[in-house]
Nanobody
Framework: QVQLVESGGGLVQAGDSLRLSCAAS????????MGWFRQAPGKEREFVAVVSTNAGYTNHAESVKGRFTISRDNNKNTVYLEMNSLKPEDTAVYYCAAALRVGLPSSPSAYSDWGQGTQVTVSS
C-alpha cells in the first residue's frame, strides 16, 4: 500500500498555469505506475495522464494533450502534473493514483491507492 498526498491546486484565470504535486509514502514508489484523474461536479472521474514506473512512458488524455505534462521523480517519491493554458472546463478535483501493474492504464479501476484530491478552479 502507498499513501498519496496531492498539493498545488488553487484558483486561477483562464490561460494560467499550475503545477500539481503528489507525494507518496509507504511501499517502494518506483514500483508503481502513477496516474492523474479529475472529477468535476456531477461528472464521473476521468483519466488525465499516466506515467510508467521509470518515467520512460507517458500517456495523456486527448482533452489535455499539448497542455498538460505528467512526470515523476523517484528519488523524491513524487509525481507531478504541469498544467498550462488552463481552461474553465479543466475545473475539477484532481486526484493522483497508484497502480501495481504494467502498462499505462487509463481506467480508475486499475488503480489501488488514491490521494484525497486537490481542487483546481479556472475562472473565465
Amino acid at each position: 500500500q502507498v499513501q498519496l498526498v496531492e498539493s498545488g491546486g488553487g484558483l486561477v484565470q483562464a490561460g494560467d498555469s499550475l503545477r500539481l504535486s503528489c507525494a507518496a509514502s509507504g511501499r517502494t514508489f518506483s514500483s508503481y505506475t502513477m496516474g492523474w484523474f479529475r472529477q468535476a461536479p456531477g461528472k464521473e472521474r476521468e483519466f488525465v495522464a499516466v506515467v510508467s514506473t521509470n518515467a520512460g512512458y507517458t500517456n495523456h488524455a486527448e482533452s489535455v494533450k499539448g497542455r498538460f505534462t505528467i512526470s515523476r521523480d523517484n528519488n523524491k517519491n513524487t509525481v507531478y502534473l504541469e498544467m498550462n493554458s488552463l481552461k474553465p472546463e479543466d475545473t475539477a478535483v484532481y486526484y493522483c493514483a497508484a497502480a501495481l501493474r504494467v502498462g499505462l492504464p487509463s481506467s480508475p479501476s486499475a488503480y489501488s491507492d488514491w490521494g484525497q484530491g486537490t481542487q483546481v478552479t479556472v475562472s473565465s
